[in-house]
């Protein structure tokens, strides 16, 4: 171990080494200024060398210290922990700073460079020969600057961006190495009693004498910065009374006189002129070049009287609050001021410590965990440096408000410009520090452009955390909030137009001198309302959680089931009709209105488009105004804004209730799930960053022509290169693969070329698992099924070679088409196989649209030749008339240019000759015709009604989410309110992949299936090349989705005879008929579970026995009626039983019960004798229905809403028209009549003789009016 004088001559040499680096002598030698700073460090250790410690530089400090830290020179080890244990008072979460033992020695300056004073900004540095570095200090003398000091105690906080530097907190005076310099002796000074009277006289200010004003400081205003010029405003008050006089300080070299002085203090300023202010005309006193500040005391000082003297308003400070006394104020204050709408704040002072900051940003720091501390309306004290968890700050002349906003959870004081921030004390915890954006901040930008108050300052800084928060990791902060004059950024596009709607009409700008000068305080923060939100833009997360949470929101299974349906369904059609529901919301429906915002983005795994922020994604159905499909690719990474939209909520139940009874105890509910997703359209959406440039023009102009054309010296961003693009169509973190085919004979050189193939889209088939494999899977032993789809598409032209991919911007492809389209035609059909991550081209692609596949980084135009692989089965390719396949790469690009309606008319006429384009959409009349001989068709419709069918258990393969367990039929009408309706059938295999099929929706329906019942009734089923398009949203979502069409509007009056054209196509219509008598009556209760006869409590079933014990009582009938043009027999069921019958509510409840106890009752009258399960002679039920159907008050004219029958017990076959006679009283008529009609009861209506008269009069008139 070495001697000790060995250790003192080791730290004495590197003691000279550092001064020989940072503190240079002349010519290199050792600095004098080393023996004065080894004497004051002796001094300050009692007489002994600190050789624990070493010397650091400002570079060193600034390059290696990476966390904060502290160091005191002269401190024993128990002194620090005492510190430390006192800074954590008001934070004890937190740790206190790390003490290290370092020597800091450096110079105090203000920045100031030679011919660069316009960079000094009020700032106080220490620097060496090495570097220099910001500090802040709680006590400052003017005598310091420039001098030599050693600094004991002091902290280092670096930023919290590591890569850039920190600042000093300097937590004592530091030690001079050299002398003080001498004070100045008595001088003449002019009393502000004695010199207020100057600023009110009409004498130029030009031709005054310069003046030495003394005086105690009452007021100092904060540095401000307007156009590059940086300057305070204080106010000296006469010793003896309350007149006080304004200074202006803006000369470079004195602005650090802010930093020295203190309320309170006496101060005598010299070489003060006169000067005015041109808009406001006020006066003040203006210091000079060779203006100095000196202390006030009364024996270097004589008061030099002038001619005049003048008493001035005084000016009201309040008294100083602490914590406990602001808590009982805010009490007092809530109860005095809830009557009043319009408040008034409190000017108040108030001593706290920083326990959190709010936003730096916006100038909002948490004070004692209460109180809200508001610095937006003037500028950050010392850009925020000392302001950090911890920090002991004194506000003087503060405004307090009370809930200025109602979702903001504190109290706020806010600082105006005649307000103090006074930092008393430093932090001793180890926060790092958050420094103030000095140019480019959003939050005062806007604050001080639309003048805000408190409330909506306070809305505008949630909302732009929020936005922020969202999307930065998509763009980045700077890019996100950035924002110039002719190009505002994302954020800015997103909160103007919400506050030019809060405030249509702007206030006058802020008059700072005006709220500074004036004796009479007016600024921003006197007068404030409570301010409720008017919209909110939380994340896509708790927008699907607050969706569902409304969507379950006193949700009961009974809303989805009319009673009357109800009561007679069994356990499987019950739990069937209970499995699957919607709810939509709206904007409005949400309080305050929720705006939609998110990055477009498509997934390979669901071939869904997607609204994703940072929390989530939320899946979206996109369509356009006209009809057109949704197909712009260049919206890809777009940020988007949507106020008009359709939140769905689609609910997905798994139920066991035994009963309609049991619909209330919602212990039989075994499972609830959800889906969420939002659909709106393009033209309601804004762009808030585009990926591409031109976005925003074409979606203004509304051409759905290419999107890619670039005004004449515009520059192309990195963006929208196809490389970038791929990069924005999964997660950030995907691995844009390039194609190994194209990269190989371009090993040598990276180049940017891309090679384009322009192509006609001719059929597009569904999404679903196919039997293909990956290239990459081929060798697998297990082979899965792979998510797919392909397209058959026309090869438009030769594949073009581009240098760079934002040079493809015309169509040249198609001028080599002739107008007859043979002449000079290249044209090839082709089979595009989309697999992986190419399935994100699913939504964008459909029939009729022009794309552009674009391989990037890539020169072959041979390439889609070469990639022409056998993925198809060997069998099915040696077909002569089977297209090439091409596979999609993973890292191609597809873009959509145009459609083939919005190309001149003949290149229409060329394209339609080359793929026979004539007609492929038919309407739903025509498919429903017996004339019509397609197996696929396609064809445009309106879904009116959605309901579950029971799956066949082989349709489901392995991985099928469970969310939806039956198929779904959909009613689809080809207009609204037509009663024409097709029935279109799918299978739950592909209902995982479709969105938007909702009642009230305009489909576009492709290469479905046309399949013909046993009972002679056309419908559709979906088939693996069958596809969909949302052609237009619904208006309004249905209250019951199970619930038929038309509902609400009355079905058209038709007669008997006119069904029978329409027999496959009539979905409901009215009659006005007699009832001519009734063929079968049959009640009965059966088994909620297995449908057998239910009798005395309990089910009949014995082998197997069933377990059930509830009951269903279920009632059918047979009648025929006649309108003088036809008959048909009616089937009633249930409720409509008893309206046939004549029967009230109580004597068909008695009739029920009755029939409880028997189990069934089955009769047979009218024209149908003999047959059938025949009612025993001593059954009081059989013979009261018996004796009721012969009654002839039940012969009687009703009203009679209809359906056809589509499944009848007998299938008509046609016959030709016979002679009927009919009687109405004594009167026969003869008609030639038809067999007659199967009809399905909807609604019986007893018909008056007034309103009989006027049916049959309807009738008459447009019978002769159609004769």
């Given at each position: 171990?070495?001697?000790?004088?060995?250790?003192?001559?080791?730290?004495?040499?590197?003691?000279?080494?550092?001064?020989?680096?940072?503190?240079?002598?002349?010519?290199?030698?050792?600095?004098?200024?080393?023996?004065?700073?080894?004497?004051?460090?002796?001094?300050?250790?009692?007489?002994?060398?600190?050789?624990?410690?070493?010397?650091?530089?400002?570079?060193?400090?600034?390059?290696?210290?990476?966390?904060?830290?502290?160091?005191?020179?002269?401190?024993?080890?128990?002194?620090?922990?005492?510190?430390?244990?006192?800074?954590?008072?008001?934070?004890?979460?937190?740790?206190?700073?790390?003490?290290?033992?370092?020597?800091?020695?450096?110079?105090?300056?203000?920045?100031?460079?030679?011919?660069?004073?316009?960079?000094?900004?009020?700032?106080?540095?220490?620097?060496?020969?090495?570097?220099?570095?910001?500090?802040?200090?709680?006590?400052?003398?003017?005598?310091?600057?420039?001098?030599?000091?050693?600094?004991?105690?002091?902290?280092?906080?670096?930023?919290?961006?590591?890569?850039?530097?920190?600042?000093?907190?300097?937590?004592?005076?530091?030690?001079?190495?050299?002398?003080?310099?001498?004070?100045?002796?008595?001088?003449?000074?002019?009393?502000?009693?004695?010199?207020?009277?100057?600023?009110?006289?009409?004498?130029?200010?030009?031709?005054?004498?310069?003046?030495?004003?003394?005086?105690?400081?009452?007021?100092?205003?904060?540095?401000?910065?307007?156009?590059?010029?940086?300057?305070?405003?204080?106010?000296?008050?006469?010793?003896?009374?309350?007149?006080?006089?304004?200074?202006?300080?803006?000369?470079?070299?004195?602005?650090?006189?802010?930093?020295?002085?203190?309320?309170?203090?006496?101060?005598?300023?010299?070489?003060?002129?006169?000067?005015?202010?041109?808009?406001?005309?006020?006066?003040?006193?203006?210091?000079?070049?060779?203006?100095?500040?000196?202390?006030?005391?009364?024996?270097?000082?004589?008061?030099?009287?002038?001619?005049?003297?003048?008493?001035?308003?005084?000016?009201?400070?309040?008294?100083?609050?602490?914590?406990?006394?602001?808590?009982?104020?805010?009490?007092?204050?809530?109860?005095?001021?809830?009557?009043?709408?319009?408040?008034?704040?409190?000017?108040?002072?108030?001593?706290?410590?920083?326990?959190?900051?709010?936003?730096?940003?916006?100038?909002?720091?948490?004070?004692?965990?209460?109180?809200?501390?508001?610095?937006?309306?003037?500028?950050?004290?010392?850009?925020?440096?000392?302001?950090?968890?911890?920090?002991?700050?004194?506000?003087?002349?503060?405004?307090?408000?009370?809930?200025?906003?109602?979702?903001?959870?504190?109290?706020?004081?806010?600082?105006?410009?005649?307000?103090?921030?006074?930092?008393?004390?430093?932090?001793?915890?180890?926060?790092?520090?958050?420094?103030?954006?000095?140019?480019?901040?959003?939050?005062?930008?806007?604050?001080?452009?639309?003048?805000?108050?408190?409330?909506?300052?306070?809305?505008?800084?949630?909302?732009?955390?929020?936005?922020?928060?969202?999307?930065?990791?998509?763009?980045?902060?700077?890019?996100?909030?950035?924002?110039?004059?002719?190009?505002?950024?994302?954020?800015?596009?997103?909160?103007?137009?919400?506050?030019?709607?809060?405030?249509?009409?702007?206030?006058?700008?802020?008059?700072?001198?005006?709220?500074?000068?004036?004796?009479?305080?007016?600024?921003?923060?006197?007068?404030?309302?409570?301010?409720?939100?008017?919209?909110?833009?939380?994340?896509?997360?708790?927008?699907?959680?607050?969706?569902?949470?409304?969507?379950?929101?006193?949700?009961?299974?009974?809303?989805?089931?009319?009673?009357?349906?109800?009561?007679?369904?069994?356990?499987?059609?019950?739990?069937?009709?209970?499995?699957?529901?919607?709810?939509?919301?709206?904007?409005?429906?949400?309080?305050?209105?929720?705006?939609?915002?998110?990055?477009?983005?498509?997934?390979?795994?669901?071939?869904?488009?997607?609204?994703?922020?940072?929390?989530?994604?939320?899946?979206?159905?996109?369509?356009?105004?006209?009809?057109?499909?949704?197909?712009?690719?260049?919206?890809?990474?777009?940020?988007?804004?949507?106020?008009?939209?359709?939140?769905?909520?689609?609910?997905?139940?798994?139920?066991?209730?035994?009963?309609?009874?049991?619909?209330?105890?919602?212990?039989?509910?075994?499972?609830?799930?959800?889906?969420?997703?939002?659909?709106?359209?393009?033209?309601?959406?804004?762009?808030?960053?585009?990926?591409?440039?031109?976005?925003?023009?074409?979606?203004?102009?509304?051409?759905?022509?290419?999107?890619?054309?670039?005004?004449?010296?515009?520059?192309?961003?990195?963006?929208?290169?196809?490389?970038?693009?791929?990069?924005?169509?999964?997660?950030?973190?995907?691995?844009?693969?390039?194609?190994?085919?194209?990269?190989?004979?371009?090993?040598?050189?990276?180049?940017?070329?891309?090679?384009?193939?322009?192509?006609?889209?001719?059929?597009?088939?569904?999404?679903?698992?196919?039997?293909?494999?990956?290239?990459?899977?081929?060798?697998?032993?297990?082979?899965?099924?792979?998510?797919?789809?392909?397209a058959t598409v026309l090869w438009l032209g030769r594949p073009q070679l581009w240098s760079h991919p934002g040079g493809i911007w015309n169509l040249s492809e198609l001028?080599?088409?002739?107008?007859?389209?043979?002449?000079?035609?290249?044209?090839?059909?082709?089979?595009?196989?989309?697999?992986?991550?190419?399935?994100?081209?699913?939504?964008?692609?459909?029939?009729?649209?022009?794309?552009?596949?674009?391989?990037?980084?890539?020169?072959?135009?041979?390439?889609?030749?070469?990639?022409?692989?056998?993925?198809?089965?060997?069998?099915?390719?040696?077909?002569?008339?089977?297209?090439?396949?091409?596979?999609?790469?993973?890292?191609?690009?597809?873009?959509?240019?145009?459609?083939?309606?919005?190309?001149?008319?003949?290149?229409?006429?060329?394209?339609?000759?080359?793929?026979?384009?004539?007609?492929?959409?038919?309407?739903?009349?025509?498919?429903?015709?017996?004339?019509?001989?397609?197996?696929?068709?396609?064809?445009?419709?309106?879904?009116?009604?959605?309901?579950?069918?029971?799956?066949?258990?082989?349709?489901?393969?392995?991985?099928?989410?469970?969310?939806?367990?039956?198929?779904?039929?959909?009613?689809?009408?080809?207009?609204?309110?037509?009663?024409?309706?097709?029935?279109?059938?799918?299978?739950?295999?592909?209902?995982?992949?479709?969105?938007?099929?909702?009642?009230?929706?305009?489909?576009?329906?492709?290469?479905?299936?046309?399949?013909?019942?046993?009972?002679?009734?056309?419908?559709?089923?979906?088939?693996?090349?069958?596809?969909?398009?949302?052609?237009?949203?619904?208006?309004?979502?249905?209250?019951?989705?199970?619930?038929?069409?038309?509902?609400?509007?009355?079905?058209?009056?038709?007669?008997?005879?006119?069904?029978?054209?329409?027999?496959?196509?009539?979905?409901?219509?009215?009659?006005?008929?007699?009832?001519?008598?009734?063929?079968?009556?049959?009640?009965q209760w059966i088994c909620s579970l297995c449908s057998c006869i239910f009798k005395e409590g309990r089910c009949t079933r014995h082998n197997p026995p069933c377990p059930?014990?509830?009951?269903?009582?279920?009632?059918?009938?047979?009648?025929?009626?006649?309108?003088?043009?036809?008959?048909?027999?009616?089937?009633?069921?249930?409720?409509?039983?008893?309206?046939?019958?004549?029967?009230?509510?109580?004597?068909?409840?008695?009739?029920?019960?009755?029939?409880?106890?028997?189990?069934?009752?089955?009769?047979?009258?009218?024209?149908?004798?003999?047959?059938?399960?025949?009612?025993?002679?001593?059954?009081?039920?059989?013979?009261?229905?018996?004796?009721?159907?012969?009654?002839?008050?039940?012969?009687?004219?009703?009203?009679?809403?209809?359906?056809?029958?589509?499944?009848?017990?007998?299938?008509?076959?046609?016959?030709?028209?016979?002679?009927?006679?009919?009687?109405?009283?004594?009167?026969?008529?003869?008609?030639?009549?038809?067999?007659?009609?199967?009809?399905?009861?909807?609604?019986?209506?007893?018909?008056?003789?007034?309103?009989?008269?006027?049916?049959?009069?309807?009738?008459?008139?447009?019978?002769?009016?159609?004769?």
């Open positions: 171990m070495a001697a000790p004088g060995a250790a003192e001559q080791r730290w004495l040499q590197a003691a000279r080494d550092f001064a020989r680096r940072a503190l240079p002598g002349p010519d290199g030698r050792e600095p004098a200024a080393l023996e004065a700073v080894l004497r004051c460090l002796r001094t300050a250790g009692g007489g002994t060398l600190p050789l624990g410690y070493s010397f650091i530089s400002i570079s060193d400090l600034q390059h290696q210290q990476h966390i904060p830290c502290c160091s005191h020179l002269s401190w024993s080890t128990n002194e620090f922990k005492e510190w430390s244990h006192q800074g954590q008072g008001a934070l004890p979460v937190q740790c206190t700073l790390p003490r290290t033992y370092l020597i800091l020695v450096g110079y105090l300056a203000d920045g100031r460079q030679e011919n660069k004073e316009e960079v000094v900004d009020g700032c106080l540095y220490v620097k060496d020969n090495t570097g220099i570095i910001p500090c802040e200090l709680l006590h400052f003398e003017l005598e310091w600057l420039e001098s030599l000091f050693v600094f004991p105690s002091w902290s280092y906080i670096p930023q919290t961006d590591q890569s850039a530097a920190g600042y000093l907190e300097i937590l004592v005076d530091p030690v001079p190495v050299n002398a003080p310099k001498e004070v100045l002796h008595s001088i003449p000074v002019t009393s502000p009693v004695s010199a207020e009277p100057l600023l009110t006289s009409r004498i130029p200010c030009k031709k005054r004498s310069k003046l030495t004003v003394a005086g105690e400081l009452t007021r100092l205003g904060p540095l401000l910065r307007i156009h590059h010029k940086t300057f305070f405003f204080l106010f000296l008050k006469c010793f003896a009374s309350a007149v006080c006089v304004p200074v202006l300080v803006q000369k470079p070299s004195q602005l650090l006189w802010h930093r020295v002085f203190q309320l309170g203090q006496r101060y005598t300023i010299t070489g003060l002129s006169m000067s005015n202010l041109k808009k406001s005309g006020q006066t003040m006193f203006v210091t000079s070049v060779s203006s100095c500040l000196l202390p006030c005391c009364a024996e270097q000082v004589r008061e030099q009287p002038l001619n005049s003297a003048s008493q001035g308003e005084s000016t009201q400070s309040s008294s100083l609050e602490t914590a406990e006394q602001l808590s009982c104020s805010l009490q007092l204050g809530a109860e005095e001021e809830r009557p009043r709408p319009t408040k008034e704040s409190k000017i108040i002072s108030y001593v706290g410590f920083v326990t959190k900051i709010l936003n730096v940003q916006a100038g909002l720091f948490l004070l004692d965990n209460q109180v809200c501390l508001c610095l937006a309306y003037q500028p950050l004290l010392n850009f925020a440096r000392g302001l950090r968890p911890g920090a002991c700050l004194e506000l003087i002349d503060v405004h307090l408000l009370q809930k200025p906003l109602a979702s903001f959870p504190f109290a706020v004081l806010g600082a105006c410009l005649n307000s103090m921030v006074v930092l008393k004390s430093f932090s001793r915890l180890s926060t790092p520090y958050q420094p103030l954006a000095s140019s480019g901040n959003l939050y005062l930008q806007l604050l001080f452009h639309f003048n805000l108050g408190m409330p909506l300052y306070l809305w505008l800084v949630s909302l732009l955390e929020t936005f922020e928060e969202r999307f930065s990791c998509f763009f980045g902060r700077r890019r996100l909030l950035s924002s110039t004059h002719q190009n505002p950024g994302a954020a800015e596009k997103f909160l103007v137009p919400l506050l030019q709607a809060m405030m249509p009409h702007r206030e006058e700008a802020r008059d700072i001198y005006n709220e500074i000068l004036s004796k009479i305080h007016q600024c921003p923060l006197q007068k404030y309302l409570t301010l409720n939100p008017p919209c909110q833009a939380p994340s896509l997360s708790a927008v699907c959680r607050v969706a569902e949470q409304k969507s379950w929101e006193g949700f009961s299974p009974s809303q989805l089931l009319s009673p009357l349906e109800a009561q007679h369904m069994g356990t499987q059609e019950l739990n069937r009709r209970l499995a699957w529901s919607y709810c939509t919301l709206s904007a409005e429906t949400f309080q305050p209105q929720l705006i939609l915002l998110g990055v477009l983005r498509v997934s390979s795994r669901s071939s869904s488009l997607q609204l994703q922020d940072k929390s989530s994604a939320l899946r979206c159905v996109i369509s356009h105004k006209d009809g057109s499909p949704f197909a712009q690719t260049a919206l890809i990474g777009s940020l988007l804004k949507v106020e008009n939209y359709q939140l769905v909520v689609e609910r997905f139940l798994k139920t066991d209730f035994p009963s309609w009874e049991h619909l209330e105890n919602l212990e039989h509910v075994r499972e609830k799930k959800n889906s969420v997703y939002v659909q709106f359209y393009l033209e309601d959406v804004q762009v808030l960053h585009a990926a591409e440039g031109q976005i925003q023009k074409c979606l203004r102009s509304g051409s759905s022509s290419s999107l890619r054309n670039k005004e004449d010296g515009s520059t192309t961003s990195e963006l929208e290169t196809p490389e970038a693009k791929m990069l924005k169509l999964e997660d950030p973190k995907a691995d844009p693969g390039r194609d190994e085919t194209c990269q190989g004979s371009q090993s040598n050189t990276r180049t940017r070329s891309c090679v384009s193939q322009l192509f006609l889209v001719t059929q597009k088939e569904g999404l679903m698992s196919r039997n293909y494999q990956l290239p990459a899977e081929e060798d697998k032993e297990a082979h899965e099924l792979q998510h797919s789809f392909q001028e080599e088409t002739g107008c007859d389209g043979k002449e000079g035609v290249t044209q090839q059909e082709v089979l595009l196989l989309f697999m992986g991550k190419s399935l994100r081209w699913f939504p964008f692609l459909h029939v009729d649209g022009l794309y552009r596949l674009t391989v990037p980084c890539c020169s072959d135009l041979e390439v889609f030749c070469k990639l022409c692989s056998p993925h198809l089965p060997a069998t099915f390719l040696s077909r002569p008339s089977c297209p090439p396949c091409v596979l999609v790469q993973d890292s191609w690009h597809l873009e959509h240019e145009t459609w083939i309606s919005c190309l001149p008319e003949h290149q229409v006429t060329a394209l339609s000759v080359l793929t026979g384009m004539d007609q492929r959409i038919v309407s739903i009349p025509e498919v429903l015709s017996s004339s019509f001989t397609g197996s696929l068709v396609s064809f445009c419709g309106e879904i009116v009604e959605r309901t579950l069918c029971a799956s066949p258990k082989n349709e489901k393969p392995p991985g099928h989410p469970k969310q939806i367990d039956h198929s779904v039929k959909l009613s689809v009408s080809a207009a609204p309110g037509s009663p024409v309706v097709m029935d279109v059938y799918i299978i739950a295999t592909y209902l995982q992949h479709l969105r938007g099929l909702l009642p009230g929706a305009k489909i576009l329906f492709q290469n479905l299936e046309r399949k013909i019942s046993r009972f002679h009734n056309v419908y559709c089923t979906y088939i693996a090349s069958s596809c969909v398009s949302i052609i237009s949203l619904p208006v309004s979502h249905l209250p019951f989705p199970s619930s038929p069409a038309g509902e609400a509007s009355s079905p058209s009056l038709v007669f008997l005879s006119s069904l029978r054209p329409q027999l496959q196509n009539l979905a409901q219509a009215r009659i006005l008929c007699h009832l001519s008598c009734v063929l079968t009556v049959c009640l059930s014990q509830t009951g269903v009582r279920q009632a059918s009938a047979r009648v025929v009626v006649e309108d003088g043009t036809g008959e048909a027999v009616v089937l009633c069921r249930n409720e409509h039983v008893a309206m046939m019958l004549g029967l009230s509510l109580l004597e068909w409840e008695a009739v029920q019960n009755c029939v409880q106890s028997r189990g069934s009752v089955f009769i047979q009258h009218g024209e149908a004798p003999g047959t059938g399960c025949l009612e025993e002679p001593e059954d009081v039920v059989a013979c009261y229905l018996r004796s009721l159907c012969k009654s002839p008050l039940i012969c009687r004219p009703i009203l009679l809403d209809f359906s056809i029958d589509r499944k009848p017990s007998k299938i008509l076959q046609p016959a030709p028209l016979q002679l009927r006679n009919f009687r109405c009283g004594e009167v026969e008529f003869v008609s030639r009549v038809g067999p007659r009609l199967s009809l399905l009861c909807l609604k019986v209506e007893e018909v008056g003789q007034d309103a009989l008269c006027y049916l049959n009069s309807q009738r008459m008139s447009r019978t002769s009016s159609s004769c």
